[in-house]
């Protein structure tokens, strides 16, 4: 699922309010990591992640890896946080609505 111009935009905007629910750090993404932030974007599909200085990797880095592993979108990554989304399979969250272009 690749997002538009104008989805990167709206979810950029919803993640500025949000507080890192992860974080990386020393033993960088472990797969009890892995299985936590699945659990977190199965109950908020959008969520923000920051990686601590004794990390290994860069945002970046910790961005692709998680999304490839949780099958997310890397929304932005600025400094050392950054944003991932994916569509939620449960009935009970309130999902995000996308525009379309």
Do not use: W
């Not at 309010?17 to 974080?23: A, D, E, K, V």
């Not at 109950?43 to 990686?51: P, T």
């Not at 099958?71 to 609505?97: C, K, M, P, W, Y």
Request: hydrophobic share 45%; with cysteine.
């Amino acid at each position: 699922m690749a997002l538009t111009k104008k989805q990167i935009k709206q979810l950029r905007a919803l993640a500025n309010t949000l507080s890192p629910l992860l974080y990386v750090g020393k033993n960088d993404i472990t797969d009890a990591a892995v299985k936590q932030a699945d659990e977190t974007m199965q109950h908020h599909e959008l969520m923000k992640c920051a990686v601590q200085d004794g990390s290994g990797l860069s945002a970046k880095e910790a961005a692709d890896a998680l999304a490839e592993k949780l099958g997310a979108e890397v929304v932005q990554v600025i400094g050392n946080r950054f944003v991932l989304f994916r569509v939620s399979t449960l009935d009970n969250v309130e999902h995000i609505v996308l525009v379309r272009e």
